[in-house]
């Protein structure tokens, strides 16, 4: 599974967009991009997902570079409620195993 | 439609026990994903089961094992309990070959 890296923090003001950065420059060609958030103390969420083309659903939408090496995600409207820890991983179609990096703990403040 | 169940939500034991973890997935998954969450390591995979066979293991040692039962329900089992085993443990279901997991609360387990 290819490596992402993304930034330890960012805060945000609540009803602005929150634009989370990921870098995935080894991302392989059959690796698909998957967003999960945690808010705190309870299970990952699931967001969004994208192969290359960009994505758009009622949560957020994803934002793929064209040489797929880096991605963004993007809450259009933060609340108080999208205060978590969000994780960009890189994993196969259908993948069962998920490896989650440290993530970005995303403040939004009010 | 009922989420991912775990039970017990909270566990205390002490070194050298042993203890068993349980997940009830969402209806009709048949894949169930186990992670450890610490605050050192973060999220780590566990293992992976579907229908009845692990499929997926992650870097854990033996100690830490599982089973899945017809029904899809999933235990896991930790034996030899060591003070680094406290964590949340975390169960996801899936459709096979789907991309969303869908997580549990988590069992935060404390080894005194």
């Known amino acids: 599974d290819a490596k992402t890296t993304q930034p330890p923090s960012m805060d945000c003001a609540e009803g602005r967009a929150a634009n989370l950065p990921c870098n995935h420059s080894t991302i392989s060609g059959n690796e698909y991009v998957y967003w999960y958030r945690q808010i705190h103390s309870q299970g990952p969420q699931y967001i969004i997902h994208g192969l290359k083309n960009n994505e758009t659903n009622e949560m957020a939408s994803l934002i793929i570079t064209e040489d797929r090496k880096s991605s963004t995600l993007i809450l259009p409207h933060a609340t108080l409620r999208d205060t978590a820890v969000y994780y960009c991983i890189a994993a196969i179609w259908g993948a069962q195993k998920l490896v989650f990096g440290q993530g970005t703990r995303l403040t939004i403040n009010p | 439609k009922a989420g991912v169940t775990q039970t017990p939500r909270y566990l205390i034991k002490t070194r050298g026990q042993q203890v068993t973890l349980s997940c009830s997935p969402i209806s009709g998954h048949r894949s169930v994903s186990w992670y450890q969450q610490t605050p050192g390591q973060g999220l780590q995979f566990l293992f992976e089961?579907?229908?009845?066979?692990?499929?997926n293991k992650g870097n854990f040692p033996g100690r830490f094992s599982g089973r899945q039962f017809s029904n899809s329900r999933s235990e896991m089992n930790v034996s030899t309990l060591e003070l680094g085993d406290s964590a949340l443990y975390l169960c996801a279901s899936s459709f096979l070959w789907q991309n969303e997991q869908f997580f549990g609360p988590g069992t935060r387990l404390t080894v005194l």
């Open positions: 089961y579907f229908s009845e066979t692990q499929r």
